[in-house]
């Protein structure tokens, strides 16, 4: 029987064959000296990189998220959840981008958004951002109201209050779906005193019953209220525990709604500035007296409208 060959050996030498593997790799091709040289590891590609603006976010209060792009590797597109809303990114310049995440009143252990980000290279990362929530600085209030307000309500109202919630919550979804309108100008509706801050303990005739969920501001029936930055009227109607209520649309998920107005001087549909008269200071509704009662959510979440200012308005 013929006996088997083994496996063929070169005899060449080492460098010649080294030269000889060269000629033949075109320069730049996979396995050539140039393309080891040229391609990174995919552990050494740059990724984006996370923070909090502030750096600690707290109960009730608006953070933004910035994203910020490695050198020389732009990002196309960025979506993610934080705070348990959509986030909506916009570019602020010198390869950064930004988004307004609510962090809830009640709010506890780490705020944490989770971004999914596209390269224009094609390249895609996922990254998952946290922080401690500290505790929100909130007063405890007693309120003295006629008895009227004190009382449960009848089933009627508890019907007509659950249709103001149902039309409410209708703006702030809405505001997910529409792209941003707001601007960096954001304004006081009111010039005027704090009565009343976000997140103080409401006690009613004696009786804890909620959470104040606005910034209230002094005034006069008939002082003029302005919108805090731009948008679109979404609604404006008189509640049964707001009175007569202006929403606006911002976008980007956000909304601020203005309540207890005597007179509304917007209608749904409206474009509005940072500074257009929407309406005028009253009593209407579940109050002791005229004030402004000033909301801002981002989606579903209520925020303490001054971290708005601090925030979106850069201060």
């Known amino acids: 029987m013929p006996r088997s060959r083994g496996?063929?050996?070169?005899?060449?030498?080492?460098?010649?064959?080294?030269?000889?593997?060269?000629?033949?790799?075109?320069?730049?091709?996979?396995?050539?000296?140039?393309?080891?040289?040229?391609?990174?590891?995919?552990?050494?590609?740059?990724?984006?990189?996370?923070?909090?603006?502030p750096s600690t976010p707290a109960q009730g209060r608006l953070v933004a998220l910035r994203v910020q792009e490695p050198p020389g590797r732009?990002?196309?597109?960025?979506?993610?959840?934080?705070?348990?809303?959509?986030?909506?990114?916009?570019?602020?310049?010198?390869?950064?981008?930004?988004?307004l995440v609510p962090v809830a009143v009640d709010a506890s252990g780490d705020l944490i958004a989770d971004v999914e980000l596209t390269y224009?290279?094609?390249?895609?990362?996922?990254?998952?951002?946290?922080?401690?929530?500290?505790?929100?600085?909130?007063?405890h209030e007693r309120l003295t109201v006629a008895p009227q307000f004190g009382r449960p309500p009848t089933e009627e109202e508890a019907a007509r209050r659950a249709r103001d919630v149902a039309r409410a919550r209708a703006v702030s979804e809405t505001a997910h779906r529409t792209p941003r309108l707001w601007t960096p100008e954001v304004v006081l509706p009111r010039s005027d005193r704090v009565t009343s801050g976000f997140g103080n303990g409401r006690e009613f005739n004696g009786r804890i019953s909620s959470r104040h969920m606005g910034l209230d501001l002094d005034g006069e029936t008939g002082d003029t209220v302005y919108a805090a930055t731009r948008g679109v009227v979404a609604l404006a109607d008189e509640f049964l525990l707001a009175?007569?209520?202006?929403?606006?649309?911002?976008?980007?998920?956000?909304?601020?709604?203005y309540f207890h107005l005597s007179r509304t001087l917007a209608a749904a549909g409206d474009t509005v500035r940072a500074g257009t008269p929407i309406g005028l200071v009253g009593a209407t509704g579940r109050v002791t007296g005229p004030h402004l009662h000033w909301v801002v959510r981002y989606g579903h979440v209520s925020v303490d409208p001054e971290s708005l200012l601090e925030v979106a308005g850069g201060r």
């Open 7 to 53: 496996p063929l050996r070169t005899t060449a030498p080492a460098p010649l064959l080294a030269a000889l593997i060269s000629v033949l790799l075109p320069v730049g091709a996979p396995g050539s000296a140039e393309a080891r040289q040229a391609a990174p590891a995919p552990s050494e590609v740059p990724g984006a990189t996370l923070s909090w603006r």
């Open 74 to 99: 732009p990002l196309r597109s960025l979506s993610g959840r934080g705070g348990g809303e959509t986030l909506h990114f916009h570019a602020v310049g010198g390869g950064a981008w930004e988004s």
């Open 120 to 139: 224009r290279d094609g390249g895609r990362e996922r990254l998952r951002h946290a922080a401690p929530v500290a505790s929100g600085d909130f007063r």
């Open 243 to 257: 009175g007569n209520v202006v929403y606006l649309n911002h976008g980007a998920g956000l909304v601020t709604g």
